[in-house]
């Protein structure tokens, strides 16, 4: 199974499927068995991730695909996009306004 990460937001909590029950990294964890029940009582389910995969294949299918070691890098650059950069101009700012950030003069 794949992890999205992102790397300067540390990952607060998790979701996953019975199977698995265990991942690095994450403070909190529920989980759903899917042999039982699709949402669990308290209200966990994996439709959020599983469309935002789902977002992510068909963006790595218009790239026609991508080498394995780029996968880290492209979810990186997607999970961006997806909260900085809804615009071209709005992803130029934020590009602009990021490195500034790191890189303060």
């Known amino acids: 199974m794949l992890l ?3 790397s300067s937001i540390p990952m607060s909590g998790g979701l996953t499927e019975e199977l698995y029950a265990q991942q690095p990294n994450i403070s909190s964890h ?3 068995n899917h042999c039982i029940q699709f949402v669990a009582p ?3 389910h994996t439709q959020s991730i599983e469309s935002y995969w789902n977002k ?3 963006k790595l299918k ?3 695909g991508c080498h394995c070691h780029q996968i880290p890098s492209y979810l990186g650059e997607f999970m961006w ?3 900085f950069g809804k ?4 992803t130029a700012d934020n590009i602009m306004l990021h490195n500034s950030q790191q890189y303060p003069v």
């Open 4 to 6: 999205l990460e992102q």
């Open 30 to 32: 529920a989980t759903v």
């Open 42 to 44: 308290n209200g966990v």
């Open 56 to 58: 992510t294949k068909i």
């Open 62 to 64: 218009r790239m026609r």
């Open 81 to 83: 996009r997806e909260r």
């Open 87 to 90: 615009t071209e101009r709005e």
